[in-house]
């Protein structure tokens, strides 16, 4: 008899993605793209975090300067955040994930307010084709 302990154990889950995007506190410059949701909220603080050091350099890379949200699609895109890994738990779920991370000097959480954000969620969600 098969042991399916063993077989669940080694099962890989599929990965998770979501779009991407980076705002630095001027709001000059951002990254966008798609990233990897990891197991673990730590996890994926630990992968932001290098995505931000690999492209602005280390001194750009300390996440107490971030807070990380998502764009919550039914609340009339509004930014969320993502505190604990309770909520992030909740985010991994969702059908379509929109990760923004934000300079805490940048006020804003209604994407509209946010031009680079905004146009960047607009084009994904209104593709010209």
Known sequence: MPDFGKIMNNI???EITA???VLCKDEDYWIEGWIAMEESFEEFII???GELEYSWG???SNMVDYIIFYIDLEDKNNLKEIKDEESYQKVIKLDDIFIVVLHREIK?????????????FTEINNPPF
């Open 12 to 14: 890989e889950s599929p």
């Open 19 to 21: 779009n991407f995007f």
């Open 47 to 49: 992968l932001v975090q």
């Open 58 to 60: 280390e001194q750009f």
């Open 108 to 120: 804003y959480r209604i994407i509209e307010n946010l031009p680079p954000v905004f146009e960047w």
